[in-house]
């Protein structure tokens, strides 16, 4: 449960960007990081005390980095984990964030869709399972067109199409299955919801104190996946006080402490329950600039039982991600001296060491009078940024 003392002894699986940001916030309260994934020189890596290679689908792995290092916590960042694995070592007294079960539960979109709609009762889109073509052809004629095909299990939105036509549904079919992690061979099919804006209600749970929200992030992808975010999102009260109370509902049901991205659809009717991650969420990097605790700290403090007096919202902020447009074995920036030149500009760049189209290499932040201005310049700053061969 949560710490007594500090520093903790923190295990991290999964070493992207966001745990990146994460390994900053517990070393400046003086714990120690082991940073874990399936590649070397991985961002947090790069700044946690030590690291480890392995392949996270493996028991074997886990099990011999677990018993080498025997971390007091055990934090999951990715989905592509033999997270059956987690409950052993949570049994054997290591707390995992947010709990074994809910890491189980939440790896698949599968487990968390049956959790709100079957067993919460709570609105959903219509959605449907397939592990063959044949199977999601039959879906989707079940379901209509236009629909969303996604795998149950990926990262960042990664495999997820809109299907316009029967004809389509072989390539998001191929898409999907190429974009899946682990070794899950299955997709989710679900209604295409049109909706005003996408939100993610990032909802701190807490050991012993009640769950706290963060102001509403509004976020817009493509592919699949978020290119820009923005905080406060321009929502009615009673549709907030709405989506609190559904996050708050999920996430006691799944249990723990730690932070929740739970991602809305808001039409002009309703809060419709999108999906749900148990560790800080991408489009949340926004707070980095816009919170005086980011999403980040947040979840650190309550991982380890520490108080969170206020969460401040400081205004009208965004985030645009910085995106590589071609493979490089070696990656460089250029740009980054004329985005920082406007005022309010803040630029993360996250330290892969190789990029590929599409990848996400950094993101721009931006204050600014309002939201759409902030937006704008946030994006403007993005696109100043070059990726380059080094």
């Known amino acids: 449960m949560k710490a007594t003392k500090l520093p903790q002894k923190l295990m991290l699986l999964g070493s992207g960007e966001l745990g990146k940001e994460f390994v900053i916030a517990a070393q400046r309260l003086g714990n120690y990081v082991i940073a874990v994934d399936r590649y070397a020189n991985a961002p947090a890596m790069q700044v946690a005390d030590c690291c480890e290679v392995i392949s996270m689908l493996s028991a074997d792995d886990l099990e011999a980095v677990v018993t080498k290092h025997q971390p007091d916590f055990i934090i999951p960042e990715i989905e592509a984990i033999r997270t059956e694995k987690l409950l052993e070592f949570e049994a054997r007294g290591i707390t995992v964030i947010p709990t074994a079960a809910a890491t189980n539960y939440t790896m698949n979109r599968d487990r968390i869709r049956e959790l709100a709609h079957a067993q919460l009762g709570i609105r959903t889109a219509k959605y449907g399972y397939a592990v063959t073509l044949a199977e ?93 975010s923005w905080q406060p999102a321009n929502l009615d009260e009673d549709k907030i006080i709405e989506a609190q109370n559904i996050a708050k509902k999920v996430t006691d049901a799944l249990g723990g402490a730690g932070i929740f991205g739970v991602e809305f659809f808001i039409t002009k009717d309703e809060v419709i329950f999108s999906e749900l991650s148990p560790r800080p969420h991408d489009t949340g990097m926004v707070t980095l600039i816009s919170q005086n605790f980011n999403e980040f700290e947040l979840h650190l403090r309550a991982i380890l039982g520490l108080p969170i007096p206020k969460i401040e919202q400081l205004g009208a902020s965004a985030s645009a991600v910085i995106l590589a447009s071609e493979k490089l074995d070696a990656v460089a920036f250029t740009g980054v001296a004329a985005a920082l030149a406007e005022p309010d500009v803040d630029i993360r760049l996250f330290g892969k060491p190789t990029a590929h189209p599409y990848r996400r290499m950094g993101v721009a932040l931006a204050k600014a009078e309002n939201v759409q201005a902030a937006r704008e310049k946030a994006t403007a700053a993005a696109s100043k940024i070059q990726i380059i061969s080094q």
Request: charged content about 25%.
């Open 136 to 228: 999601l052809i039959a879906v989707s004629d079940k379901i209509g067109f236009p629909n969303v095909v996604k795998p149950v299990m990926s990262s960042s939105g990664k495999g997820q199409s809109v299907v316009g036509t029967k004809e389509e549904v072989e390539k998001a079919w191929n898409y999907a299955i190429a974009n899946s992690r682990g070794d899950s061979q299955k997709v989710i099919v679900e209604e295409f919801i049109n909706f005003e804006i996408e939100i993610t209600l990032l909802t701190i749970k807490q050991w012993d104190s009640p769950t706290i929200f963060c102001s509403p992030i509004g976020h817009r992808q493509e592919r699949g996946d978020y290119q820009e």
